[in-house]
C-alpha cells in the first residue's frame, strides 16, 4: 500500500528538486567518472537494446504503427552501432589532449582534460523515441554525467518501456527516467541543471532556452526545419526518386527532422517526376490525325511510378508505412492539405483514412510560396514540389527562409556541387542522396539558426556533455623577473616582444635596441 500511495504522488517541483539532488549527491561520490562505470551503462544499453528488440518493436508499433524494418534499422541498430562505437573509443576520448604553450609561459606543458558536466537533463522526441531518447543518453553516459531522461508522453508506449528497462538495465543511483506530460516537463526545467538536451520543435525549444537562461544552464537544441532536396537535370532519375521516397516516406512517412520537406527543380524537369495535366495536342500518323496528350508522349512519371512500386495503388492498404502519430497532427496535416490555394495542387496521392490515421504519400506541384505548407514545417507525408527557369535559382529559395536542419542535392554538376555546398546554409548536407549522414559518426549532427543549437553523435555526443578544462603545467624553474614590479622601459620591451613571439625581437629587446 505504501509503495501504490508513492506511486500515486504528483512529480512537481518538490519531487523534481529532490530527485536532481540526489543525483547530485551520487556524481558527488566520484562513481561515474570512472572508466568502469561508463563502460558498465553503456555494455547495459547494448544489453537491454539486443534482449529486448521485439519489446521495442511492438512499443514502436503501438505508438506509430512503424513497420518492423524501420524500428530495428533506424532505432534498435542505430542505438546499438552509437553504443558499439563508443566502447571502442571511449578510453581515446577520456585520455587528456596534449597541447603546445608559447614562449610566454617558458617553461611549461599544457592539456585539455575533458571533465563531466554533472547532472544533466534530456528531453526526447516522439518521431524516433526509442534512438532520441537513448543516443544522447550514450554521449552523457560516456562524458561521465548523472542523467535524466524525460520520454515523450506522445509514444506512451515507448516511455513505458524505457522506464520500465532502464530501471532494470541501468544504474538507478545516477540514471533516472521520468514519465509524463507538461506538468513534469515543467517541474524539471524550473530545477537546475549542468545542460539540457532537447529533441523537438523550435516552439518548446524556445521554451526549454528561456527555463536554461534562468540557470546560465547550457543547451543543446535538436530542432527541424524545411528540409530542401534540389533535383537536376542529367542524374540517373530513377535512383534519385528511389531515395527521395525512402529519405521522405521510408522515416516514418516523413515524421523525421531530416526528411525532404520540399523539391526544388526546373520546369523542364518537373514532368519526368509527375504527371502534368497537359491538353490533348493533334499528332500525324501514318494511321491519320490521332487525338492524345503530351503525357503519354514524353512522360516518365518516375516519382509516381516508384511510390506504387514501394507502396502499391492504394498505399494505405500498405504495412510499410507509418500511421501519423496522433489526431492532432493528422488534423494539422490535414489543414495544410486542405488550404484553398493548395488542394488542387493535388498530382498525386492525397487519400487519408481519419479512423486509422493513415495519409498516403501525397505529392503537390507549384504550390504557392505564402502557403501554409510552405512555410512550416511539414512533419508528414506530404511533399510539394517548386519549379524555376534556371536550378541556381533554387538557392535563393533555400536561403530566403530559415536555414533547415539538412539539405540535399541530386546533380551530376561538379560547379553545382560546390555551389550547394559553399552557399547553402543547414545542419547538413548531403549531395546525391538524402538522410545518410545520419548515420556517419565522424560527422557532427546538429542545426544552425533556428533548426539548432549544438551537435551530437560520435565523439561530438562526448563532446556536448564535458567541459573542455584547459591546465597549464609549470616549475618553479624558469621564474623571470620581468614579471614584477617595479616595471621598466625595458622590461615592457621585452614582454612586448614574448608576446609577440618573435626571437629577433627577443633578441632586440635583451639588448637595449627598440
Wanted: charged share 20%; proline share 5%; glycine share 8%.
Amino acid at each position: 500500500m505504501a509503495g501504490e500511495d508513492k506511486k500515486q504522488q504528483p512529480f512537481d517541483s518538490k519531487a523534481a528538486s529532490s530527485l536532481v539532488a540526489e543525483l547530485r549527491g551520487a556524481f558527488a561520490s566520484g562513481t561515474t567518472r570512472s572508466y568502469q562505470w561508463r563502460e558498465s551503462q553503456l555494455r547495459g544499453l547494448l544489453r537491454m537494446t539486443d534482449e529486448h528488440e521485439q519489446d521495442i518493436v511492438a512499443a514502436l508499433r503501438s505508438d506509430l504503427g512503424k513497420p518492423e524494418l524501420e524500428s530495428v534499422l533506424y532505432e534498435a541498430a542505430m542505438l546499438r552501432n552509437s553504443c558499439k562505437f563508443a566502447l571502442k573509443e571511449l578510453q581515446r576520448w577520456m585520455m587528456p589532449e596534449k597541447v603546445k604553450t608559447s614562449l610566454t609561459t617558458f617553461p611549461s606543458s599544457a592539456e585539455i582534460v575533458s571533465e563531466p558536466l554533472g547532472v544533466v537533463l534530456i528531453i526526447s522526441a516522439w518521431n524516433y523515441p526509442y534512438l532520441l531518447s537513448l543516443d544522447p543518453v550514450v554521449g552523457a553516459i560516456a562524458a561521465g554525467n548523472a542523467v535524466v531522461l524525460k520520454p515523450s508522453e506522445i509514444a506512451p508506449a515507448t516511455s513505458a518501456l524505457l522506464a520500465k528497462l532502464l530501471g532494470e538495465y541501468m544504474d538507478s543511483s545516477s540514471i533516472r527516467v521520468v514519465e509524463g506530460a507538461v506538468p513534469e516537463t515543467t517541474a524539471l526545467l524550473e530545477q537546475k541543471w549542468d545542460k539540457i538536451f532537447y529533441t523537438g520543435n523550435g516552439r518548446v525549444g524556445r521554451i526549454v532556452m528561456a527555463a536554461a537562461a534562468k540557470h546560465l544552464t547550457p543547451v543543446v537544441l535538436e530542432l527541424g526545419g524545411k528540409s530542401p532536396v534540389v533535383v537536376d537535370s542529367g542524374i540517373n532519375l530513377q535512383i534519385a526518386c528511389r531515395r527521395i521516397i525512402v529519405g521522405k516516406w521510408g522515416n516514418n512517412n516523413g515524421q523525421a527532422c531530416i526528411a525532404s520537406d520540399y523539391i526544388i527543380t526546373t520546369k523542364d524537369l518537373a514532368p519526368k517526376l509527375v504527371r502534368l495535366p497537359y491538353p490533348h495536342v493533334l499528332v500525324f500518323s501514318l494511321y491519320g490525325v490521332v487525338s492524345c496528350t503530351l503525357p503519354y508522349l514524353f512522360q516518365v512519371d518516375v516519382l509516381k511510378n516508384e511510390l506504387e512500386t514501394f507502396y502499391g495503388k492504394n498505399p494505405l492498404e500498405s504495412k510499410d508505412l507509418s500511421r501519423i502519430v496522433n489526431s492532432d497532427h493528422f488534423t494539422r496535416l490535414t489543414k495544410l492539405l486542405d488550404e484553398d490555394k493548395v488542394s488542387k495542387k493535388v498530382v498525386y496521392g492525397g487519400e487519408r483514412d481519419p479512423t486509422k490515421l493513415q495519409i498516403a504519400p501525397t505529392i503537390l506541384l507549384d504550390v504557392p510560396r505564402d502557403s501554409l505548407i510552405m512555410n512550416e514545417e511539414i512533419f508528414g507525408p506530404l511533399l510539394p514540389i517548386l519549379t524555376v527557369d534556371k536550378l541556381e535559382e533554387s538557392f535563393d529559395i533555400i536561403n530566403s527562409g530559415a536555414k533547415p536542419l539538412a539539405a540535399y542535392i541530386f546533380t551530376n554538376d561538379k560547379k553545382l556541387k560546390e555551389h550547394f555546398v559553399n552557399n547553402v546554409s543547414a545542419g547538413g548536407l548531403v549531395v546525391n542522396d538524402t538522410t545518410v549522414h545520419l548515420a556517419v559518426h565522424a560527422l557532427p549532427f546538429g542545426g544552425v539558426g533556428e533548426s539548432g543549437i549544438g551537435a551530437y553523435h560520435g565523439k561530438f555526443s562526448f563532446d556536448a556533455f564535458s567541459h573542455k578544462k584547459a591546465v597549464v603545467y609549470r616549475s618553479f624553474m624558469g621564474d623571470a623577473a620581468i614579471r614584477y614590479p617595479p616595471y621598466t622601459n625595458g622590461k615592457l620591451r621585452l614582454m612586448k616582444a614574448l608576446l609577440g613571439g618573435s626571437i629577433l625581437g627577443i633578441l632586440r629587446a635583451l639588448f637595449g635596441r627598440s
